[in-house]
Every structure is written in C-alpha cells, then in structure tokens.
C-alpha cells in the first residue's frame, strides 16, 4: 500500500523559528504512538480506535474541554443520526455521496446507535426519523465516552494549539506552558471547518495544509442563513416571525429543481432556519455562478392553483383584499406581508397574477450569511488529496477526518454520522499504514475493531 512512498512529512513549507521550545517525553516514533488533532467527534472516535489497537494515544485540542461544538449542537435535543434506510441516507451528501458512502456505510447510523448504546446511553427515533439519546442532550453521552477514552489510555491535552511541522517533521504546537514539539508513528486531523469559531473550528489550518502541497478547497457556509433586502417596514414587522407551511423551490446548479416542504423564520437580514439550510447547498452555488439565486415559495401548499383562483375570485364586496386573503385562504400575517413585500401593487391588485404569486412567490435571494454563523462549512480537504483510507497523499503517516473534509450535509443527524464514520475510518487507516509499513505487525486486532 505504501511501500513507494519516500517523501516525508518535513516537505514543503517554511515554520517560522520559535522559542522556549520543549520537547515532550517518550515521544519517538517506534512506540507505537498515535497523535490526534481535534477532539470534536471525528477525533475521538479515531482516537478509540487507535487506542483499541494497542496504540499509544495523545489527542490535543486548542479549547480548554473535548466536544465544544457537539455540545452546543445538543443544545436543542442531540440529533446524532437518522433512521433512514441508506438508499435514501447517502445522498444527503450530494456530490461528494461517492466518496463519503464507503466510511458511512462501514459506521452506518446502526452502528453508531449500537456504540451509543454501549455508552449507557438510550436512542430513540423521533417522528420525522432522527435520532436522539433518550435525555435529549450530547453532555451525558460525552462524559461516558471521555471516561472510557481516559480508561483505555487516551491522553488529552487541552488549550493546545496546533501550528504546523517543524522542519525536522514534529509537529509544533503551543500550549500553556509555552512552544512544543511533539512526534509520532501517525497522525489524524480532526480540526473541523471554519463555522462557530469560538468553539475551536476556525480554520486557521488551511494554510498550513496548503504550505505542504495539500488540495483544500476553499471553506464556504453550509446549513447557513441568506440575505435579502427587506424594506424597513417589513423588517420591523416581521422579523423573527416564522413561515409555515410552505413548500420552497429552487434551480439546482447542475439541473433540475430541488423542491422540499418545511418553515423557515424571518430575520432582520434575510432568512434562515430548517427549509432554507436544507436548500443552502443550491442557493450558494448558485449564487456563487450567477451571483443571486431565487427561491420560490408555495405559501398554500395544500391548495391547488385552481382552488387558489376560485377563492380569490369570490366576490368580496367592501372588504378590502387584505380581510378576503384571510377571509377565503386563510393568509394573513408574515405570509401576507411577503405577498406585499414582493409585488408591486399593481400585480397585488390582479387576481390572476395574485393567485400564481400565492403558489410560486419569488424570493431574490442575495448572499449567504458570513460562515461564522454557519452550523457547518462546505469546502475542505479534498478527496483527491487523499487515499482510500483518508491519509494525505502529500504526506504519509498524517491522515484526515470529520468536517475538515470537502463534505457537506443538511442538518438532521447527517453531519454527525459522518463525522462519527470518517473518524472511525482514519482510525482504521492508521493502523492498517503501520502494519503495512512493518512498523507494528503485532497491533492489536480485536473482534470489536475497538467500536462495536
């Protein structure tokens, strides 16, 4: 598998000159040592796997806690997968579903309810089929799973923050106590995308992957809110207000028309919620090729566009047209305020222009909201940098998992599952490129594969 491969993890790239720099203990390859990069949920399922193959494990993180983003996500209710069935699971990843199938199928959302399960923690499925823990919450499941990290040997060192190789190849972090350098037999990269910074996925490792000849894709918001330019009257009307039912239309990119049924909310800036980061992925792309994309919205989805016309033809007498929607359809609030807020007032006017408006209003949407407030970044390592088994062509023994990777899914348990699943195969990846290597032939093999 990589008995070809000279070139060292020391190549490329300049590392600036540093001070006070410690060199930790028991730290030279041949031990059987493992370092991970990133303790979100890709980093700690590789760095359970390595450790149930015998490996020696350090895991930094430059947060002061393991899991930051995962437990903010649970916030809400931890929807750590979906239930359903894979034909249907795998192409929430769009065009990177080729790549991204063979880790989920190997760590498919059964496997990974069964590995929760051996935590203590119960699931359940909820009724649109995503999963959760029965307490609804990711800190219960977090702390069972560092206490058996911490149990089978895993070493976490927290508020280390990773900058790159050295020119003899060690890795250079910088911690509390100053600069260090540390080596290993392998290495997994686990540092997440670019979205909620503040919780460690910041991105600053993009340049240091670039610097050794590495593919990365450029970082782009994913399951993001868009900009529109609301008047000032509507904005403080309706900002905060939520649309519902509606079912939301927009062209893909490659062709065709993604269609889908759900609510979005209002915000003073444009729009954001469920339905509009399930369609974020086209929107983007399509304004990023044409510079603006629209999404149409069916605001009486139930209703056909005949039944729509009929009822708005019924006489109204002195009524004014704003008492007749709510009176014969039923619209009045923030979805009559976007019939407003969109027409002229000569179309509003005409029943005919009226009525096809109600079941495909044009909403001009301008450009994404800033990745900062993303629940998850598109772009990223790409594929082709890497093998079979997630590990940089460009620099062998270093391999990558989680969102890092140039992936992307809407919410609903998708991107946690395949976060879960790469992390698991960066874990096996690495211990399969030390027996390969003849570095460790003796690694530990358990029947479990160290996740059940």
């Known amino acids: 598998m ?7 993890a020391q190549a490329g790239g300049i590392i600036p000159r540093m001070t006070q720099m410690q060199t930790l203990p028991s730290n030279t390859p041949g031990n059987g040592r493992a370092i991970v990069i990133g303790a979100g949920p890709a980093g700690l399922m590789a760095a359970e796997v390595l450790a149930a193959h015998g490996l020696a494990v350090d895991v930094y993180d430059a947060m002061p806690s393991a899991g930051r983003k995962f437990l903010l996500a649970g916030r809400g209710g931890m929807n750590i997968t979906h239930s359903e069935a894979q034909p249907d699971f795998l192409p929430r990843y769009g065009n990177r579903r080729e790549q991204v199938a063979p880790f989920v199928r190997r760590f498919d959302a059964d496997r990974l309810r069964q590995w929760i399960h051996d935590l203590g923690i119960e699931t359940f499925v909820g009724s649109s089929g995503r999963v959760f823990p029965r307490e609804m919450k990711a800190a219960p499941l977090l702390r069972a799973w560092l206490h058996r990290l911490r149990e089978s040997g895993v070493r976490l060192h ?35 995308g670019a979205s909620w910074p503040r919780l460690g996925s910041d991105g600053s490792w993009v340049p240091l992957l670039r610097e050794r000849q590495v593919e990365v894709a450029a970082l782009q918001p994913s399951n993001c809110g868009f900009e529109l330019d609301w008047s000032e009257h509507f904005r403080e009307r309706f900002a905060g207000e939520p649309v519902k039912p509606v079912v ?45 994309a629209r999404l149409y919205l069916d605001l009486l989805p ?7 016309e ?14 007749h929607l709510q009176s014969r359809l039923h619209l009045k609030g923030v979805k009559a305020g976007l019939l407003r807020e969109l027409m002229s007032k000569e179309d509003f006017a005409d029943m005919g222009k009226l009525a096809r408006a109600i079941k495909a209003l044009p909403l001009p949407v301008l450009r994404p ?5 993303a629940i998850s970044s598109a772009g990223g390592v790409s594929f082709e940098a890497l093998d079979d088994a997630l590990m940089l062509r460009a620099l062998p023994g270093v391999f990558c998992a989680g969102e890092m990777l140039d992936w992307e899914a809407p919410t609903g348990g998708y991107l946690l599952t395949a976060c879960f699943a790469t992390g698991h195969a960066a874990g096996l990846g690495v211990v399969q490129w030390l027996k390969d290597e003849g570095r460790h032939a003796d690694l530990a093999t358990p029947s479990t594969e160290g996740q059940k």
Not at 2 to 8: E, K, L, P
């Open 369 to 373: 909201r800033p990745i900062e407030e």
């Open 248 to 292: 939301a239309s927009t062209a893909l990119p490659s062709g065709g028309v993604q269609n889908r049924r759900g609510e979005f909310i209002v915000t003073a800036q444009g729009i954001e919620g469920s339905l509009v980061y399930a369609m974020s992925a086209a929107l983007r792309e399509t304004i990023a090729s044409t510079g603006s």
């Open 2 to 8: 990589c008995g070809n491969r000279v070139r060292s």
């Open 158 to 192: 927290m508020r280390h923050r990773w900058l790159g190789w050295q020119d003899d190849g060690s890795l250079h972090l910088t911690g509390p106590e100053g600069d260090i350098s540390v080596r290993a037999d392998a290495v997994v990269l686990a540092l997440g």
């Open 310 to 323: 009929a009822e708005l033809a019924h006489p109204r007498g002195a009524r004014s047209l704003s008492s």
């Open 302 to 308: 139930d209703w056909s566009l005949e039944k729509v």
